[in-house]
């Protein structure tokens, strides 16, 4: 047989094992097959690689004979059964293997099947008090802690909203920028520890100044600040009820929460409640972990949802195409070791 006849033929076998395939997927996907589209079709080109291949074997490697006979006319009056018939089914099944992955390289999608992702566009900055008073144990195991722990949760709960991470005691810190690798910024937040600020003051008007420098940058309709302390404004600097009218003027709402049990202590609840007024925020008191978590689920449930439609997400198809591509190289290899198996 010459070798353009043995292309060809491999190649036949791999359009029919490709027809199979094609059959399969349509009685799937059924009309939907009509809406597939390729998001990179120059990768189509990587099909020439394994076409060129075949070729070339054929061509600097001809299959020599692999049973000789002593009597050339006894096997010229014998007729090729079924094995010898499909005896390059084999390559053939590689081909179509490979040239289903060249598809599947080209990303198939479903455009009737696009959808488009919706985000809140919300921009968060979190500031938390780490004055020496938020040792307290009057919340399990300590004020901070539990802060931490729910502060960790909260920002589980706001997937698609870029948060931003401020400490604050005599001064104030950037803990973490806006961003929206939530992971990063819940482990920055375990690892605050009471004494990496100075803790002596607390200084309410820089956390919020801070605060508003991360949200300078954001774009998004809603931005809010979380202000949560267990004290008062002692420290020098910014005042924080000028703080608050300057967050109001750049339309970030302020929700304060008072953590902790403060009886017959100086605490001034009248200046956080202020705060949170001038800016259309809300003031909460923490005096136990339930009531911290509680104030923190109705924060969730008080926060504008500013949805913004993104970019359609078409459904990817590709796996289709990996796993008949897989069951054709099974098939190759099974071939090769049983039925079709060559013989020196």
Do not use: C
Not at 87 to 110: E, F, K, T, Y
Not at 124 to 144: G, H, K, T, V, W
Not at 160 to 177: C, E, L, N, Y
């Amino acid at each position: 047989m010459s070798r353009l006849r043995l292309f060809l033929k491999i190649l036949g076998f791999a359009l029919l094992a490709l027809a199979v395939t094609a059959a399969a997927l349509g009685v799937e996907f059924g009309e939907d097959l009509r809406h597939i589209s390729l998001a990179q079709p120059l990768w189509l080109l990587t099909a020439l690689a394994p076409l060129a291949a075949v070729a070339f074997r054929l061509w600097r490697a001809p299959r020599p004979a692999t049973l000789r006979f002593s009597r050339a006319r006894t096997a010229a009056r014998m007729r090729p059964g079924l094995a010898a018939r499909i005896v390059d089914l084999p390559d053939g099944l590689r081909l179509a293997a490979a040239l289903l992955l060249a598809v599947a390289l080209a990303r198939p999608q479903s455009t009737r099947l696009a959808d488009h992702v919706e985000h809140e566009g919300i921009d968060i900055a979190i500031a938390l008090d780490l004055s020496d008073s938020m040792e307290s144990q009057d919340l399990f195991p300590n004020r901070l802690e539990a802060a931490k722990q729910v502060i960790d949760e909260f920002i589980a709960q706001r997937p698609h909203d870029r948060v931003s991470m401020v400490a604050f005691g005599a001064t104030a810190s950037t803990i973490a920028p806006l961003t929206l690798d939530h992971d990063v910024v819940r482990m920055l937040v375990r690892k605050l520890q009471l004494g990496g600020l100075d803790g002596t003051r607390t200084a309410i008007g820089a956390g919020i100044g801070v605060s508003l420098n991360r949200l300078a940058e954001s774009e998004a309709k809603s931005k809010v600040l979380v202000l949560l302390t267990d004290g008062v404004h002692n420290a020098e600097g910014i005042d924080p009820d000028s703080a608050a009218q300057e967050a109001a003027d750049r339309g970030v709402a302020i929700y304060t929460v008072l953590i902790g049990r403060h009886q017959g202590q100086n605490i001034d609840p009248g200046r956080l409640e202020r705060i949170a007024s001038a800016t259309g925020g809300y003031a909460y008191t923490a005096e136990d972990r339930e009531a911290l978590t509680t104030s923190f689920q109705d924060l969730l449930n008080k926060l504008e949802r500013s949805t913004i439609a993104g970019e359609p997400v078409r459904a990817e198809l590709f796996s289709w195409l990996l796993w008949p591509a897989l069951l054709l190289l099974f098939a190759d290899v099974l071939l090769r070791t049983t039925r079709l198996r060559r013989f020196p």
